[in-house]
Structures are given as structure tokens and as C-alpha cells.
């Protein structure tokens, strides 16, 4: 038993090791049956509107809640959800449960509300989530205005042509779409100049550490000038602190996102913050 015997670091990390992929794997396991197993549920963070301090927008964002992996974040399971395919069904069940939500929401008094949905998988910009949009829109007669869906850059930068036709389609049904993560992708300003979005969605890291970080500062600027110069709203997430909210307001930023004005909350908290 050589490695037994060996330096600690190497069983540790052999340890780590098998941990991690164990875990993966009951995580990848576990996704597959998610859905019928009702271990889903969403949650709703507000966005406030500096230009009148309402809340009329929310991000609908997944929780999973497992009891063999515990409570584990989208940041985790999405990409493991990306990876193994299972990402199509989740993005479709979503937009399913945003579609009755916002009728339940509808029938409670809450008709003005606009919901961000996620959708991340590349090949499902197509047909499929069209036909699927289409049909939910229509099942719960909502309003198309009342959906943006948000995509990554990576999204369209591998699937330009066929992915913007689709999104120019989702446009036409009265949908909005929102650029997500803008500032971390791929995307080139001609990419930009052609997507029909309605919405920029700033990266939070440029707004972490915008009290002590000049080009921060730059960057949110200029993307706030370049959002409106292309007809864009820019949103803002992960605003923690007055100063980044008094930056933003002074700047002209269209909407923020963060636990200093809301944290993600469960459906009949929205129709209390946003009835109001
Ligand atoms: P995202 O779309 O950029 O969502 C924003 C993330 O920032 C959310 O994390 C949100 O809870 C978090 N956040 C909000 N305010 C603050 C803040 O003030 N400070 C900090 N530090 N974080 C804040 P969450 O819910 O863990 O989601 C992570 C990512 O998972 C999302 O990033 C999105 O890419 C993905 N995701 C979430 N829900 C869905 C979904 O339904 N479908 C798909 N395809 N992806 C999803
Ligand atoms: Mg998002
Ligand atoms: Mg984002
Ligand atoms: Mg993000």
C-alpha cells in the first residue's frame, strides 16, 4: 500500500477528488429526474426603475431543492444541466411555470409585471422554444410584453444566424430579449449593432468594485452611453451598497438588480412589493 504510505497532500487530494465527482455525478443523476420529481420551484428578484423607484420587473431565477445533493445553486447545477442535455426540458418547464405565474399573478391584480427568464441553451433558440412560447402565451392569455427573455453572449455567438432569426421572431411575437452578462461574453459591438435585444444586462463584477476601481467606473459609464445610443435599456445587477446605487442613478441607469433593494422571493411576496 505505496500510496497510503505517501505525502498526506496526495490522499488528500485524491480524496477531494473522487468527492467532487461523486458529487457531480449524483448532481447529474439527481437533474434527470427533477422535474418529475417537483424539486424545482422559482423564485423573483425585483428590479427597481430609477426613473420613478417602482417595481415592475422581476427575474424569475430556478432553486432546486434535492435531498440526496441539498440546496445547490444554478451556478452550479445549470452548466452540469448544459453539459448532459437536460438543460432543453428545464428551460421549457421555466418558461411554463413563468407563463402561469404571471396568469396567477394576472387574476390577483397584478397586471403590469414583466418577468426575465433565463433561457441558456443554445440550440433551443429555436423552433421549439418559439413554438413553446407561442403556446404557453397562449394557454394562460398573458401578455407576449410581458416576458424578456434573457441569453447569454455566449448563446448567439455560436449560433448566430439561425439564433437571431429566432430571436427576431420571439420580437415579433411582442416579447423582449435581454443581453445577460453583457461584459463577460464574446460578443463584438457589430454583434451588438445587429441583435434585436431591447435590453443590456451589465455583469455584476464591473459593479463589485466600482468604489474603488476607476475603469469599473469607465466601464459602467460607457456601457449605460452605448445601451443608449443603440435604443437599449441597461439593467444593473448585484447593487449591494449606496454607492453603487447612487452611481448608477446619477449615470442614468434604466433598472437595478441587487440585495440592497430586494433578494429573490417566493411569488406572493412580489404581489405584495410590487402591488404597492
Ligand atoms: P444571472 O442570470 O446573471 O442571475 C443573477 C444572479 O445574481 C442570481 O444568482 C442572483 O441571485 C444573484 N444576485 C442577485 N443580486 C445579487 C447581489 O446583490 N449580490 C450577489 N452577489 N448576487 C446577486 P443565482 O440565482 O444563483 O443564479 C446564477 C445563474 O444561474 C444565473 O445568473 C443564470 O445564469 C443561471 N440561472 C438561474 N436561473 C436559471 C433558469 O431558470 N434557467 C437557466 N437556464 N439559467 C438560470
Ligand atoms: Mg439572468
Ligand atoms: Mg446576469
Ligand atoms: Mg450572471
Not at 65 to 73: D, L, M, P
Not at 185 to 214: H, V
Request: net charge negative; with cysteine; proline share 3%.
Amino acid at each position: 500500500h505505496a500510496k497510503e504510505k505517501g505525502p498526506g497532500q496526495f490522499s488528500f487530494y485524491t480524496q477531494d477528488m473522487n468527492e467532487t465527482s461523486m458529487e457531480r455525478l449524483a448532481i447529474e443523476s439527481n437533474l434527470r429526474q427533477a422535474i418529475d420529481n417537483n424539486e424545482f420551484y422559482l423564485v423573483y428578484q425585483p428590479q427597481m426603475r430609477l426613473k420613478d423607484n417602482q417595481f415592475k420587473n422581476v427575474e424569475a431565477l430556478l432553486r432546486w431543492n434535492n435531498k440526496e445533493v441539498g440546496n445547490i445553486s444554478p451556478g452550479i447545477f445549470i452548466p452540469i444541466a448544459e453539459e448532459t442535455g437536460v438543460i432543453n426540458q428545464i428551460d421549457l418547464w421555466v418558461i411554463t411555470k413563468v407563463c402561469e405565474q404571471i396568469k396567477s399573478w394576472q387574476e390577483q391584480g397584478l397586471t403590469d409585471i414583466t418577468v426575465a427568464v433565463n433561457v441558456s441553451a443554445g440550440h433551443l433558440i429555436s423552433d421549439t422554444l418559439l413554438e413553446h412560447l407561442k403556446r404557453q402565451i397562449l394557454i394562460n392569455q398573458i401578455h407576449a410584453s410581458q416576458l424578456e427573455i434573457e441569453i447569454t453572449e455566449a448563446v448567439f455567438v455560436e449560433h448566430t444566424e439561425r439564433t437571431i432569426a429566432t430571436l427576431r421572431s420571439i420580437k415579433k411575437l411582442g416579447a423582449k430579449i435581454a443581453i445577460d452578462d453583457f461584459g463577460t461574453g464574446y460578443s463584438s459591438l457589430q454583434y451588438i449593432q445587429n441583435f434585436p435585444a431591447d435590453t443590456l444586462k451589465l455583469d455584476g463584477m464591473f459593479i463589485r468594485d466600482l468604489e474603488n476601481n476607476d475603469s469599473s467606473q469607465g466601464i459602467v459609464r460607457s456601457s449605460i452611453i452605448l445601451a443608449h445610443s443603440l435604443g437599449l435599456e441597461l439593467v444593473t445587477e448585484c447593487v449591494e451598497n449606496q454607492f453603487q446605487l447612487d452611481f448608477l442613478r446619477e449615470h442614468h441607469c434604466d433598472l437595478v438588480q441587487g440585495y440592497l433593494l430586494a433578494k429573490p422571493m417566493l411569488p406572493h411576496e412580489i404581489m405584495v412589493l410590487c402591488n404597492s
